[in-house]
């Protein structure tokens, strides 16, 4: 079983929708979540970064962490055409700095 | 400005050749990763470093060769051993190791072997 799944979509929403992105990890050794944005050709960017269950907000977007379920999710509220991106979920091992990485889910976000 | 810089942005190889792809940082980060980046496949982690003369193997090493003698610098060479070449390749670094690192990614190299 792979450590973070993250279903590959794509996902294609209208101008103004609220978007759920999800990925489940199989650990719960490791307390740290990330997810990252990857515009076409370019690199990701980190967008938010969480290390504790619950929610974390910042703008129209919110990361939620579930423990218990070892469900991790990105909400996006309002969505813009700008939103439309590559959109990584990853979880920090703690031990040796290295990042695994969900696969990512291509959003489009029609006008 | 500080930030990554990954050099070139397009790369061509012919078949049994070696490329060296250049990844710079002005960031003073100790922690510098090398990942690969296919369809559909995420980011698979190739050779990180974690401080000067020092790095490790990833996931997917086999093929690849790295050096870091520099703080600033740490190139990957993609040697003719490796099978498939052809991806998007990011260069990372982080201010630190261990927990809650956070790390900033360059602009990439897309490799095309003819």
């Known amino acids: 079983q792979k450590e973070v799944e993250q279903d590959p979509g794509p996902l294609s929403v209208p101008e103004g929708a609220i978007v759920s992105l999800n990925c489940t990890y199989s650990n719960s050794a490791f307390q740290y979540f990330m997810w990252y944005r990857q515009y076409s050709r370019k690199g990701p960017e980190l967008l938010m970064y969480t290390y504790s269950s619950g929610n974390k907000e910042d703008g129209r977007f919110t990361a939620q962490v579930d423990k218990s379920s070892k469900y991790i999710s990105l909400f996006i509220r309002d969505s813009q055409p700008s939103d439309s991106a590559t959109y990584l979920c990853?979880?920090?091992?703690?031990?040796?700095?290295?990042?695994?990485f969900g696969k990512g889910i291509t959003l489009s976000v029609r006008p | 400005d500080g930030g990554i810089t990954q050099s070139p942005k397009y790369l061509f190889r012919k078949e049994g050749q070696n490329v060296t792809l250049s990844c710079e940082q002005n960031l003073n980060h100790d922690a510098m990763y090398w990942y690969r980046q296919d369809p559909g496949q995420g980011l698979r982690l190739i050779y990180y470093s974690q401080i000067v003369n020092d790095f490790q193997k990833g996931d997917i090493a086999e093929g690849y060769s790295v050096s870091r003698e520099k703080k600033e610098s740490f190139p990957l060479t993609v040697t003719s051993a490796q099978k498939n070449p052809t991806a998007f390749y990011l260069c990372?670094?982080?201010?630190?190791?261990?927990?809650?690192?956070?790390?900033?990614f360059g602009p990439g190299t897309r490799l095309t072997v003819l």
């Open positions: 990853a979880r920090h091992t703690g031990a040796n700095s290295k990042l695994t």
């Open positions: 990372a670094s982080s201010t630190r190791t261990g927990t809650g690192n956070e790390q900033f």
